[in-house]
């Protein structure tokens, strides 16, 4: 992921009004294992990052339509 997407994701956190450790409960995860991802020592499948590199891509994110409040 790169710092865009984790800036992203930290402001959607701030949206909800909730602890980053809150954020992580309620997708099921670990306070830590959000906090690695969030500061870029989390990974995505090694495979998928093959294929990324391979052709040149990255991941983006944009909200769903129909998601905004």
Do not use: C, Y
């Amino acid at each position: 992921m790169n710092d865009e997407i984790r800036a992203r994701i930290r402001a959607e956190i701030a949206k909800q009004g909730v602890s980053q450790a809150e954020a992580a409960r309620q997708m099921g995860l670990e306070p830590q294992e959000l906090n690695r991802a969030l500061q870029g020592r989390g990974k995505i499948a090694p495979v998928w990052q093959t294929i990324l590199d391979h052709f040149g891509l990255e991941l983006t994110v944009r909200e769903k339509p129909g998601q905004s409040e």
